[in-house]
């Protein structure tokens, strides 16, 4: 089943005027089905933090169309973008944006606690999803209290807690030493597969895009080519730091 | 680029953040200022300084509000400087000495402060006459000079000199907190907790009993064991505020946690998890500001209440516009002379007869002292009739009153409790009859230069008249004076006419009142408690109302990526809005209504000692809470448009 759809959408910075216009995307188009695990590849400046906040719901296209869960996101006011990101998407950042005055606990289940859910619920839900990614023994501590990965397997716990349509991942490895970003890793696969969760990646790790099973490769606003992941880790590892080394990304 | 360049530059770039600070240190010069050209002003001196009393009230004032604009410039200026550590911790990072940042903060807080201290005492100068006025106004009732627009070379020169010594120290205070900076900070700023604090049962339980005790002592109606433990009640409360907000709170906080089911509401935890991660930071701020908010609600409730009771208490005590007794004939005449000189109506006057009684009476003790005993006291005594028109007359609050054939009222003008119960159910018992005393009232407007008077039923006035229990002479023959009681128009603007009155009736007459005297004391003493009152409120007021916008501005800067996180995960702007209020509101409120609950306590110790006396009420407590409440209002006004100042500059920062 097609969750979201992208139809020719652009993004300009700076005005026409000013001629200092910049053209972070250019007439992208594509689909993501339920359920698949896609990563978006590209080098610094190729607009894929760009396409990753349009789609989630952050910035809003300059042209073109995005439709997901059957409603033209760009038509909707401030509230409903914000009800909309609330209900339908889970992000997970570099920098795990988890507050810092509140517990893990606290963090993971304040997407719920801002849709009004009854106390036990969430705590149904959380101790479920936190038993799964393995947080439960730090769930009470703060963030500050806790290793990196524990923050980003938290923060991953929050992106996951709502049931949303489609996590957004935005380069959630960055951060990680190799140890916690191969754990953060397996715990996408897992999720992909047990919560049939539906994950965009975004990242210029080739080691962490080798997880995905769909990778797009974008160069100057547009995409530059698709590639699948085939039965081999290793074939489609070597794949795509061949279409790196051509994009002229940092591939390792 | 020099020192003084960066630093221009710098007020330039954070020009925003400097309004705020600029107004502060302004308004702290404006006071001084204002304080010190008031206390030059040649009709404040006049008035008040050749008093020792007045004068040193005005000068322990000034010493209370230097200190305290002293304490808060400290504070804003340290909050302010917390504000830009980033910016601070950059510089220290690229190889600047901290001597040498300290030297650059100086440098600005000089640069700011010299155009602070220009408008502050520019506006000084501006409404130096209109304090002045208003001082004499409130105190003075009969005040007519006029004002000069006066600016004073003494009183700027101890200002600029005062202020200049205060941003050396603000310097000194800001180097120790840029040393106490770590450059690792720099980094992880917004990651660090500042503190949180779980708070602990025993301290929030410890200081409610404390704050209790103090309030319990405090609501004492025993006047004289009020003013003992005036001292403990103090202590106990000051020391209960810090501790609740140490301890207390955060453990409230803690509790309010516990009920899941309302904290995990989405605004209430992101709110309540917010403020009480600052709690550590801001509760000793939040007890300071609840302590000077009690201060500063208390002096100006106390003195509005006293100022809006003087004339009621003029008429309490004196009864009539003037009385006088003895002298009658030949002072009357001189008299309604000098109404007519004055061309002042008289509207109404009264003489009587001062009659006096000798019954048999148990002598009564109270505490220890012999109160009353027939061997050495006398009664006045009145018939019924007689009283009430008196009554009628005086502009008192007392109102007529009905006796019963066999029954008196005893009236007494000293104040103490337990005169009324010792003194009702006493048997009077003159030759041939017996009166017992069923009601007794405190007032002296018909005592007459008595200690003891009685007030009887007509017919057994008559009947003990006519037989001479009751006489109207003493033991060798000769009359008691009459008394004349009077009143005129505009009794407490004729200054002019009591003047005059008073040297007429002045050692040619038994004894006399003009209401218009005791009036203008009264206001001389208390219009300069009421003044002080309303000053040291408003400074109060604003200073700390500012002090905590800093505190919160300097925590926008702090949260401002977590709404940014926020704002990501799906919160829209209504939300935030809600968040936002949630936030502020309780840092603002809590101080304000801790000060006010305290405040109404320290005013029933006041009713006790005070106002008891001065409001002839039932229960006094209730009149002046009304009083208060007005300035209580006012207050909180001020502190609500505070709190949108800080909403809407908050909301600013963050968004």
């Known amino acids: 089943m097609q969750i979201l759809k992208v139809e020719n959408i652009s993004k300009t910075y700076g005005t026409k005027k000013s001629a200092k216009e910049y053209i972070a995307l250019r007439r992208i188009s594509f689909e993501v089905k339920e359920g698949e695990f896609i990563g978006v590849m590209g080098a610094s400046g190729s607009g894929k933090t760009t396409l990753l906040n349009i789609l989630g719901s952050i910035d809003k296209p300059t042209t073109g169309r995005y439709i997901m869960d059957g409603k033209e996101i760009a038509t909707l006011n401030k509230n409903q973008l914000a009800e909309h990101r609330i209900k339908n998407i889970g992000f997970i950042f570099q920098d795990y944006n988890l507050l810092e005055t509140m517990t893990l606990k606290e963090n993971i289940i304040l997407p719920l606690a801002l849709k009004g859910y009854e106390a036990n619920v969430m705590e149904d839900k959380l101790f479920q999803i936190a038993q799964d990614l393995g947080i439960t023994e730090v769930l009470g501590k703060y963030p500050y209290e806790v290793s990196g990965g524990e923050q980003q397997r938290a923060a991953a716990c929050r992106a996951l807690i709502t049931n949303p349509k489609m996590i957004l991942a935005d380069e959630p490895t960055g951060n990680l030493d190799s140890k916690s970003g191969k754990d953060l890793l397996d715990l996408l696969t897992f999720i992909n597969k047990e919560y049939k969760a539906t994950i965009l990646l975004v990242t210029h790790d080739v080691f962490a895009a080798s997880y995905c099973q769909k990778i797009m490769f974008i160069r100057d606003g547009e995409i530059y080519s698709e590639l699948y992941a085939g039965d081999s880790k290793k074939k489609f590892f070597d794949a795509i730091i061949e279409v790196m080394s051509v994009l002229g990304g940092e591939g390792k | ?655």
Not at chain 2, 330 to 340: C, I, P, Q, R, T
Not at chain 2, 544 to 571: C, N, P, V, W
């Open chain 2, 1 to 655: 680029m020099t020192l003084r360049t960066l630093a221009f530059r710098n007020i330039k770039q954070n020009f925003k953040k400097y309004i705020m600070y600029f107004f502060s240190l302004s308004f702290s010069i404006f006071t001084a200022y204002s304080f010190l050209a008031l206390m030059q002003n040649e009709y404040v001196i006049m008035a008040f300084t050749y008093d020792a009393r007045y004068r040193s009230m005005l000068t322990g004032f000034g010493i209370i509000i230097m200190v305290f604009v002293m304490f808060f410039l400290l504070s804003s200026n340290n909050s302010f400087i917390k504000a830009r550590k980033k910016e601070i911790s950059t510089y220290a990072l690229f190889g600047m000495t901290n001597g040498k940042i300290g030297k650059l903060l100086f440098l600005e807080t000089m640069i700011v402060g010299s155009i602070a201290l220009v408008i502050g005492i520019g506006v000084g100068i501006f409404f130096s006459k209109l304090i002045a006025m208003i001082l004499l106004d409130i105190s003075l009732a009969s005040f007519t000079g006029s004002i000069a627009f006066t600016m004073d070379p003494k009183a700027i020169y101890i200002t600029v000199i005062l202020f200049i010594f205060i941003f050396c120290v603000m310097g000194l205070s800001g180097l120790r907190v840029i040393n106490k900076f770590e450059l690792v900070d720099l980094f992880k700023a917004d990651k660090v907790s500042e503190g949180k604090s779980e708070g602990s049962m025993i301290l929030l339980i410890l200081s409610l009993v404390s704050i209790g005790a103090g309030y319990y002592l405090a609501a004492s109606g025993d006047p004289q064991m009020v003013v003992i433990s005036s001292i403990p009640v103090l202590v106990l409360v000051i020391f209960g505020t810090y501790l609740f907000f140490w301890g207390g709170l955060p453990k409230v906080l803690n509790l309010i946690k516990r009920n899941k089911n309302n904290y995990y509401k989405g605004a209430n935890l992101i709110a309540t998890s917010a403020f009480s991660h600052r709690m550590k930071s801001i509760g000793s701020v939040m007890a300071t500001i609840a302590v000077l908010s009690a201060v500063a609600t208390t002096a100006i409730a106390t003195g509005f209440t006293l100022y809006k009771n003087i004339e009621n208490n003029t008429y309490d005590i004196i009864g009539y516009d003037m009385y006088f007794y003895g002298g009658q004939e030949e002072l009357l005449d001189k008299v309604y002379a000098a109404f007519e000189k004055h061309d002042t109506k008289m509207t109404e006057s009264y003489t009587t007869q001062r009659y006096k009684s000798v019954p048999k009476i148990e002598t009564v003790t109270i505490g220890n002292a012999e109160y009353i005993s027939s061997e050495r006291d006398y009664f006045r005594v009145y018939s019924q009739s007689d009283y009430n028109k008196l009554v009628a007359l005086s502009k008192s609050h007392l109102k007529p009153v009905h006796i019963n054939h066999g029954e008196a009222m005893y009236t007494y003008p000293y104040m103490h409790q337990d005169i009324e119960s010792a003194m009702l159910g006493q048997l009077l018992t003159f030759p041939d009859k017996e009166v017992s005393i069923t009601a007794a009232l405190r007032s002296g407007i018909v005592s007459f230069g008595a200690l003891h008077t009685l007030i009887l039923s007509d017919d057994d006035f008559e009947a003990l008249l006519k037989k001479g229990h009751i006489s109207e002479v003493d033991e060798k023959g000769s009359a008691y004076d009459q008394v004349t009681v009077l009143n005129y128009e505009n009794p407490l603007k004729s200054g002019e006419l009591a003047h005059e009155l008073t040297q007429i009736l002045s050692g040619n007459t038994g004894s006399f009142r003009v209401a218009y005297n005791h009036y203008i004391e009264a206001l001389e003493t208390f219009g300069l408690v009421c003044f002080i009152g309303f000053f040291m409120s408003a400074v109060f007021m604003l200073m700390t109302a500012s002090l905590l916008y800093f505190k919160q501005i300097m925590a926008a800067e702090e949260e401002r990526h977590q709404y940014r996180m926020l704002r990501k995960i799906g919160i829209a702007g209504q939300l935030e809005k809600k968040i936002i209020v949630k936030r502020l509101l309780p840092v603002f409120l809590i101080p304000l209504l801790v000060g006010i609950v305290h405040s109404m306590f320290a005013m029933k110790a006041a009713d006790t000692i005070v106002f008891s006396n001065m409001i002839p009420v039932d229960n006094s407590y209730f009149t002046v809470l009304a009083f208060s409440a007005v300035m209580y209002g006012a207050y909180g006004i001020v502190y609500g448009i505070f709190y949108f100042i800080t909403k809407a500059q908050y909301a600013r920062i963050v968004r």
